[in-house]
């Protein structure tokens, strides 16, 4: 999924860099679109936007469509793949509020035949759905320890060396019992409550 992802971004940033979408026109038709139905201080603000990014469209653009790549190019990489997934989502909202004007929710007939609820927010669905997750006991995104060689058996260390939990416990009775049995560098223990041997009266 996380390939998926990178090559949609890929994809969206390579679209980005049209010759079309440099110009001043593009952010005024998308962002006045987008702006349509908008409660008032949101709208108020997505024409601020609008201005700022038409001002200075060709740059703005490029900034865009460099970003994208980027995303797309850093999911292809295991490294980098996590900051990646992080700023996927945060710009897929940011696409969304801004670019797509909330999705449309505010405009009158938007369904999904007409691009409702907006690419953008699967963008940051997918993103999130593959985020990794914390496994119980072991590290961010991966596999749990195991100890003793059973799969699942929780860590911990003793003198800084790891072992399983269960050493000291298991480890420590199987010692004694062949500490009982002799087979530790000596003879059997005689029992605690063995009785001395007999002696003969003397004669009388």
């Known amino acids: 999924m996380e390939i998926t992802l990178g090559a949609l971004w890929l994809v969206d940033g390579a679209l980005q860099f049209q010759p079309s979408m440099f110009t001043r026109g593009f952010f005024v038709d998308m ?26 469209s060709a740059l ?13 190019a850093g999911l292809l990489w295991r490294r980098t793949a996590r900051a990646a997934l992080g700023l996927s989502i945060l710009w897929a909202l940011s696409v969304r509020i801004v670019g797509e004007g909330v999705g449309g929710l505010f405009m009158g007939g938007t369904n999904l035949l007409t691009g409702a609820p907006g690419a ?7 993103a999130v759905t593959i ?10 995104g991966g596999p749990v320890s195991t100890g003793g060689g059973v799969p699942g058996a929780p860590m911990s260390t003793h003198g800084g060396v790891p072992c399983a939990s269960a050493c000291g416990g298991v480890g420590a009775r199987a010692g004694r019992s ?16 063995s009785n001395p041997p007999a002696t003969r009266p003397p004669p009388s």
């Open 178 to 193: 062949a500490a009982d049995e002799g087979l530790l560098g000596g003879a059997r223990r005689p029992p605690s409550n």
């Open 131 to 140: 985020w990794p997750r914390r496994a119980s006991g072991g590290a961010l």
């Open 120 to 126: 953008a927010l699967l963008y940051a669905l997918i």
């Open 31 to 56: 962002l006045g679109m987008a702006n349509m139905g908008l409660p008032g201080p949101v709208s108020t603000v997505e024409y601020d936007l609008t201005s700022m990014l038409a001002a200075h």
């Open 60 to 72: 703005w653009n490029a900034l865009f469509a460099a970003l994208q790549v980027a995303l797309g």
